[in-house]
C-alpha cells in the first residue's frame, strides 16, 4: 500500500523527523531542564516542582541508585506507584543511571508482581507504602529483589501538607495495611543528601533499553516489551510534530489523570511535554470524578488525555459545565475505542473535540492520531505519525484492498527491540519483513484514514458470519438507559442452523434508576442490528471489568463467563 495518508497531513506537519541513532532520553532531559529550569514541570496535591528542582531531585536519585545501591547500566528497576511527585523523581533518576525502568500497576495482587519481578529480574523496586503488603506477599511467593524503597503518598509535599496526608492516608482512611519488609529504605534517604556524586553513564546510546513495558501483547501472558532510547525518543518526536501547530513550548499545560506508569500517559503527558517544558498536572484518583472537575477548575488547561470511560464519567457529572474549557486545544483518547454518544455529549458539554488515536505498548505506544484541527467525530483512529508505515494483511499474509477489513501491521523507529527474554513470542508477534501483528482489524479509507474494526482474538464467529463485539457495543451505549456494555462470544449449544458456532453474548450496566428489561433492549437491537449480530444472551452487571486506565476487558469477562459454563 502506497502511503496515500501522507497527502491528507495537515499544512506544516513533517513527513518524516529527524532522530540520532546515539540520542537518549537522558540527553532530552538534560536538554530541556535547562531549558526550562525556572517552569513549572509537575504538580500534585497543590504542590508543584520546576525543571531546576526535578533536575536535582533526580540526580540525588540516581546517585543513590548508583552509589549506595551499586546499581549497574542495563539493571532493572521497578516502579510500583500511582500519580506521585515521586514517579517522574524516580523515573528519571533511573534512566540519568543508565538503568531500565519496569513500570508496574499498583493495583496488582501478588501473583501478578511476583510475575513481574521475577520475569524482569528487577533488583530494586520503588512502591508506595499502599502497596508494600503486596510486595511482602510476593516475596514470600519467591520474587526476590535486592532493595526495596518505600514511600507515602505525600512524601514530596511541604510541611505541614506532608504530614497531614500522610496521617490521613494511614490512619483515617486506612489505605495502608500492615506491612514487613526487611531493610526497606525510605524514599527521603534516596534524596535527602548531596553528598552522593551522580555520574552519567558514558556509554549509554539510542539502542539500549529504557523500558521493560508489561503487557498482555497481542497474544498470551504478559511479557516485556523492550522499549529502546530510540524507541521512547522517536515517538515523543513524532507525537510533538504531530501536534507542533497548536503547542507552545514552555507555556502548554496539561492534565494527567491516567497513570504515567502506562504507557499512554508515560510518553503522552510525561515524555512529549518534557522536551517541550510543558507543565503536568498529577491526578492521583481519576477515579474521584468531583475531585478531578475540582482540579480542573485551578488550572487553565491547554490539553488532557483520556480513554473513553473517562470522558464518559466527565460528561455526565453535574459541575463539569462550571470548568472554563477555553484555553483547551487538545484532548486526546486512547486506550480503547471513543464511543460516538460519549464524543457527541463531550461536544456538546465543552465544546471540543476527542482526537482519537491508536496505539500499543510494542509501538511506544502511538501509531496513528487524528489532526488536532478536527472539529467532529468521525469513528476514525486518524492517520499514520510520520515515519510510521501501516499495511493491512489478510489471514494468508496478503495485503487487502482499500475498504477491506484486514490486520493492522505497522512498521517505524518506535516499534519495540522484542520482547524481553522471549524470542517465540517476538518471532510470532513480527512479520519477516519487520512489521509489528498488532492483532486487531482495522480498514482504511481512500484518503488514508483508518478505523479499528476489532480485536482479531475479540472477533465472534456466528453461524459463519463474522461479528465485531465493538459495533454491537456501539449500538446498546446509544440507548439512553444503558452506560455500559461489553460483548463476547459463547459457545451456541442450539444453533438455529444445525452449525455449531457462538452467539453474541452482552453484559450491561444500566444508568441509574432505568427500568430497562431485557425484553426491551432485545426490541431495540431487532431495529438496530441483523439477526446474527443480535445478542441472545442479555445480563445486567452493577460494573464491567476494566483496566486500571478505565478500559472494558472482555478478555476478563470472557474468562469469567466461560469458566462459570464450562
Not at 151 to 159: A, H, K, N, Q
Not at 180 to 208: M, N, Q
Not at 331 to 353: C, D, L
Not at 460 to 474: A, K, Q, R, T
Amino acid at each position: 500500500m502506497e502511503k496515500i495518508w501522507l497527502n491528507q497531513y495537515p499544512s506544516g506537519i513533517p513527513k518524516s523527523i529527524e532522530l540520532a541513532a546515539h540520542e537518549t532520553l537522558v540527553d532530552v532531559f538534560e536538554k530541556s531542564v535547562l531549558k526550562y529550569a525556572k517552569r513549572p514541570a509537575y504538580s500534585n496535591f497543590g504542590h508543584t516542582i520546576n525543571f531546576a528542582e526535578l533536575n536535582v531531585l533526580s540526580a540525588r536519585f540516581a546517585a543513590y541508585l548508583q552509589n549506595r545501591l551499586g546499581l549497574d547500566k542495563g539493571d532493572r528497576v521497578a516502579i510500583m506507584m500511582p500519580n506521585l511527585l515521586q514517579y517522574p523523581v524516580a523515573l528519571f533518576g533511573i534512566l540519568r543511571a543508565g538503568l531500565v525502568v519496569v513500570n508496574v500497576n499498583p493495583l496488582y495482587t501478588a501473583r501478578e508482581l511476583a510475575h513481574q519481578l521475577k520475569d524482569s529480574g528487577a533488583k530494586t523496586i520503588v512502591i508506595v507504602a499502599n502497596s508494600a503488603h503486596v510486595l511482602e506477599e510476593a516475596i514470600a511467593e519467591g520474587a526476590k529483589v535486592r532493595s526495596v524503597i518505600v514511600t507515602e503518598v505525600g512524601d514530596m509535599l511541604p510541611f505541614p501538607k506532608r504530614q497531614l496526608l500522610n496521617f490521613a492516608v494511614r490512619h483515617i482512611k486506612k489505605m495502608v495495611p500492615p506491612y514487613k519488609l526487611r531493610h526497606a529504605k525510605h524514599f527521603d534517604e534516596t534524596i535527602g543528601t548531596s553528598d552522593l556524586v551522580y555520574r552519567r553513564p558514558r556509554e549509554l546510546e539510542g539502542g539500549d533499553l529504557a523500558f521493560l513495558q508489561y503487557t498482555g501483547g497481542t497474544t498470551g501472558v504478559s511479557k516485556g516489551a523492550m522499549l529502546t532510547h530510540t524507541n521512547m525518543v522517536a515517538n515523543m518526536r513524532q507525537i510533538n510534530a504531530w501536534f507542533s501547530g497548536v503547542t507552545r513550548p514552555g507555556y502548554d499545560v496539561v492534565l494527567t489523570p491516567l497513570p504515567l506508569y502506562h504507557v499512554y500517559a508515560l510518553t503522552c503527558n510525561c515524555l512529549a511535554y518534557l522536551e517541550t517544558g510543558g507543565h503536568n498536572v498529577l491526578v492521583t484518583d481519576p477515579r474521584d470524578t468531583a475531585g478531578l472537575i475540582k482540579e480542573m477548575k485551578k488550572w487553565p488547561f491547554t490539553a488532557m488525555t483520556g480513554v473513553n470511560t473517562l470522558y464518559q464519567s466527565l460528561v455526565k457529572h453535574p459541575k463539569l459545565e462550571s470548568v472554563n474549557l477555553t484555553s483547551m486545544k487538545i484532548v486526546s483518547a486512547g486506550g480503547m475505542a471513543v464511543m460516538e454518544p460519549t464524543a457527541r455529549a463531550w461536544k456538546e458539554a465543552t465544546g471540543t473535540n476527542i482526537l482519537e488515536g491508536y496505539g500499543l505498548s510494542e509501538a511506544s505506544p502511538v501509531v496513528t492520531t487524528n489532526a488536532a484541527t478536527s472539529t467532529r467525530y468521525t469513528g476514525s483512529i486518524g492517520l499514520p505519525l510520520p515515519d510510521t508505515d501501516i499495511k493491512l494483511l489478510d489471514d494468508d499474509g496478503n495485503e487487502v484492498e482499500v475498504g477491506d477489513p484486514g490486520e493492522l501491521c505497522v512498521k517505524g523507529p518506535q516499534v519495540m527491540k522484542g520482547y524481553w527474554q522471549r524470542d517465540d513470542a517476538t518471532a510470532e508477534t513480527m512479520t519477516k519483513d519487520g512489521y509489528l501483528r498488532t492483532g486487531d482489524v482495522a480498514t482504511v479509507d481512500p484518503l488514508g484514514f483508518f478505523r479499528i474494526v476489532d480485536r482479531k482474538k475479540d472477533m465472534i464467529l456466528v453461524s459463519g458470519f463474522n461479528v465485531f463485539p465493538s459495533e454491537v457495543e456501539e449500538v446498546l451505549v446509544a440507548h439512553p438507559d444503558i452506560d455500559e456494555a461489553a460483548c463476547i462470544g459463547v459457545p451456541d449449544d442450539t444453533p438455529e442452523d444445525g452449525d455449531s458456532g457462538e452467539q453474541v453474548a452482552a453484559y450491561i450496566v444500566l444508568e441509574k434508576g432505568s427500568k430497562l428489561t431485557v425484553d426491551a433492549i432485545k426490541a431495540y437491537c431487532k431495529e438496530e442490528l441483523t439477526p446474527y449480530k443480535r445478542p441472545k444472551i442479555i445480563e445486567f452487571r452493577d460494573e464491567l471489568p476494566k483496566s486500571n486506565v478505565g478500559k472494558i476487558l472482555r478478555r476478563e469477562l470472557r474468562e469469567e463467563v466461560l469458566g462459570k459454563t464450562a
